[in-house]
C-alpha cells in the first residue's frame, strides 16, 4: 500500500503478557517514530530510528518496551509483561528524510491490557 | 527542549462561524510547525505545515495558519466552520536535534490537542 501500516489494529493482552506491535513505513522512508497516545492525550515520543539505527529512545517509559528496525524499514514496538497503565494507541509515523518536515502516520494500534 | 501548548481542550462552535484553534510553542531553535488532524479511530492527518518563507500557510479543507514568531504562536483558523470538520486537532513542532553521534534529525513533539465541535 501507499500509506504506513500497522498491525495488528487492536490488540487485547492479558496483564503480564508480551506483544509485538508491527509498523510498515513508506516505503524509502529514513525515519520512523513510535509514539504512544493516552486516551484524551496527544501522541508522546517513544523512540526515533533513522534507517535501521536507533538515534532517540530518550520516552521508552521502561526497559520493558523495546524497538527494532533491523533493516531500516519494518519496525517492531515490543511490550514485555505488560501492565494496565500500557494500555494506549501506539502510533507509528515515517518520514522521507531526517529533518521530518512531513510525517505520515499510521492508523495505530489500540492496546487494551486486562 | 521543545514544547507545545494547546490553550483550550474543547472548542464549541456554530456550523458556519469562525473556527480558531489556538497553540503556542517554545523551541530554542527555529522550528518546523504542523497542524494535524485526528478523527475517531484514525489516525492522523496532516493539514498544513510552516517551515520556511510565507508565516501564513493555507491547508486542506479550508483551513490556514500564521506563524508569529514575536509571540511564539502558530493559530489555526477557518472562516466558516462545516459539520465535517468535528475532530481532535493538534499542533506539533518539530526542532532538529543531535544524537550523542552527532547525527541530526527533526524530533517531532505535539501538544495535548483541541476537540472541535460543530453545532447545527
Known amino acids: 500500500g501507499a500509506g504506513v501500516s500497522q498491525s495488528p489494529r487492536y490488540k487485547v493482552a492479558k496483564r503480564g503478557q508480551d506483544v509485538a506491535l508491527r509498523c510498515d513505513p513508506i516505503?524509502?522512508?529514513?525515519?520512523l517514530f513510535w509514539y504512544q497516545q493516552a486516551l484524551g492525550q496527544g501522541p508522546e515520543f517513544l523512540t526515533y530510528f533513522q534507517n535501521e539505527a536507533q538515534l532517540d529512545k530518550s520516552g521508552l517509559p521502561s526497559d520493558r518496551f523495546f524497538a527494532e528496525r533491523p533493516e531500516g524499514s519494518v519496525s517492531t514496538l515490543k511490550i514485555q509483561r505488560t501492565q494496565q497503565e500500557d494500555s494506549a494507541v501506539y502510533l507509528c509515523a515515517s518520514s522521507p528524510g531526517p529533518l521530518n518536515t512531513e510525517a505520515f502516520f499510521g492508523q495505530g494500534t489500540r492496546l487494551t491490557v486486562v | 527542549a521543545q514544547s507545545v501548548t494547546q490553550l483550550g481542550s474543547h472548542v464549541s462552535v456554530s456550523e458556519g462561524a469562525l473556527v480558531l484553534l489556538r497553540c503556542n510553542y517554545s523551541?530554542?531553535?527555529?522550528?518546523?510547525l504542523f497542524w494535524y488532524v485526528q478523527y475517531p479511530n484514525q489516525g492522523l492527518q496532516l493539514l498544513l505545515k510552516?517551515?520556511?518563507?510565507?508565516?501564513l500557510v493555507k491547508g486542506i479543507n479550508g483551513f490556514e495558519a500564521e506563524f508569529k514568531k514575536s509571540e511564539t504562536s502558530f493559530h489555526l483558523t477557518k472562516p466558516s466552520a462545516h459539520m465535517s470538520d468535528a475532530a481532535e486537532y493538534f499542533c506539533a513542532v518539530t526542532s532538529t536535534v543531535w544524537d550523542a553521534g552527532g547525527t541530526s534529525y527533526g524530533k517531532l513533539t505535539f501538544g495535548q490537542g483541541t476537540i472541535l465541535t460543530v453545532h447545527p
Open positions: 510552516y517551515t520556511t518563507g510565507a508565516t
Open positions: 516505503s524509502g522512508h529514513v525515519s
Open positions: 523551541s530554542s531553535v527555529p522550528p518546523y
